[in-house]
């Protein structure tokens, strides 16, 4: 029981230095960080101390660990592992209507966002994103495949929003929202309608009055809400 608090405790510091030198700008982005044999005697530490620290730094998305190639610091850019948001909300993954209110209120300013850094680039995906979905059969795609479909558009748009706060909100949205969304889409009638209401979506960011896209956006979540039996 005591070797366990120790064992703990140590690497809870290995934890806290580790994580420092990443938030103090000791370590850079894309820079390998130490050896786990290094680290422990650095430490004064067991390696499998060491190797547990590194873990759960991964877990919250601080460092990126390459099998047989070492641990890096993540970019600031990097997705949230999605492990990581399901284990800090574990306890409201029920909670719907709650996840329906951040959801619209993250999502719309994300689209919102995008639209004010519309570019050539931009464009020309947010295109190729709606003719996908007008092609799409939706009686054969499955509700797993559409779900991945519009994470990954979604995904894109976060990107390209040029808020990068408002990028990882979106991806804590997404990832609390992908079992519900997944059961709602199993039904053909619902994945006929998220094509729908995403494609104006997406119409609308193309187009140059900002109203339009708003418009846009509130129908499509009163659709969700519709689909949610939220009241």
Same mark, same amino acid.
């Given at each position: 029981m005591?070797?366990?608090?120790?064992?703990t405790?140590?690497?809870?510091?290995?934890i806290?230095?580790?994580?420092?030198?990443?938030v103090?700008?000791?370590?850079?982005?894309?820079?390998?960080l130490?050896t786990?044999?290094a680290?422990?005697?650095k430490y004064?530490?067991?390696r499998?101390?060491v @190797?547990?620290a590194i873990r759960?730094?991964?877990?919250?998305g601080m460092? &990126? +660990?390459?099998?047989g190639g070492?641990t *890096?610091?993540a !970019?600031?850019n990097?997705?949230?592992?999605?492990?990581?948001?399901l284990?800090?909300?574990?306890?409201?993954?029920n909670?719907? !209507?709650?996840?329906?209110?951040a959801r619209e209120? +993250?999502e719309?300013?994300?689209y919102?966002?995008?639209f !004010?850094?519309?570019?050539?680039?931009? @464009?020309?995906y947010?295109?190729q994103? @709606?003719?996908?979905l007008?092609n799409l &059969?939706?009686d054969?795609?499955t509700?797993?495949q559409?779900?991945?479909?519009?994470?990954? +558009?979604?995904?894109?748009?976060?990107? *390209?929003?040029g808020?990068?706060i408002?990028?990882?909100?979106?991806q804590?949205t997404l990832?609390l929202?992908?079992?519900?969304?997944?059961k +709602?889409?199993s039904?053909?009638?619902?994945?006929?309608s998220a094509?729908?209401? @995403?494609?104006?979506?997406?119409?609308?960011?193309?187009?140059?009055?900002?109203?339009?896209?708003k418009?846009a956006l509130?129908?499509?979540f009163?659709?969700?809400?519709?689909?949610?039996?939220?009241?």
């Amino acid at each position: 029981m005591g070797n366990e608090i120790n064992k703990t405790t140590a690497s809870d510091k290995v934890i806290e230095s580790i994580a420092q030198m990443i938030v103090s700008g000791e370590v850079k982005p894309g820079e390998k960080l130490l050896t786990e044999r290094a680290f422990a005697e650095k430490y004064k530490v067991t390696r499998s101390c060491v @190797r547990e620290a590194i873990r759960a730094l991964a877990l919250i998305g601080m460092v &990126n +660990i390459h099998p047989g190639g070492g641990t *890096y610091v993540a !970019d600031n850019n990097s997705d949230i592992p999605e492990e990581t948001v399901l284990w800090m909300y574990h306890q409201n993954l029920n909670q719907f !209507d709650e996840i329906y209110t951040a959801r619209e209120l +993250i999502e719309t300013e994300v689209y919102l966002e995008c639209f !004010d850094q519309m570019n050539e680039e931009i @464009r020309n995906y947010v295109t190729q994103a @709606r003719e996908e979905l007008l092609n799409l &059969n939706t009686d054969t795609i499955t509700g797993i495949q559409m779900e991945h479909l519009l994470a990954d +558009i979604d995904l894109h748009i976060g990107k *390209y929003c040029g808020n990068s706060i408002m990028n990882k909100l979106l991806q804590t949205t997404l990832a609390l929202r992908k079992e519900l969304s997944i059961k +709602i889409l199993s039904l053909t009638s619902s994945r006929e309608s998220a094509v729908l209401y @995403r494609c104006k979506v997406l119409t609308a960011l193309l187009q140059k009055d900002k109203k339009v896209l708003k418009d846009a956006l509130k129908r499509f979540f009163m659709n969700s809400e519709k689909e949610l039996n939220i009241k």
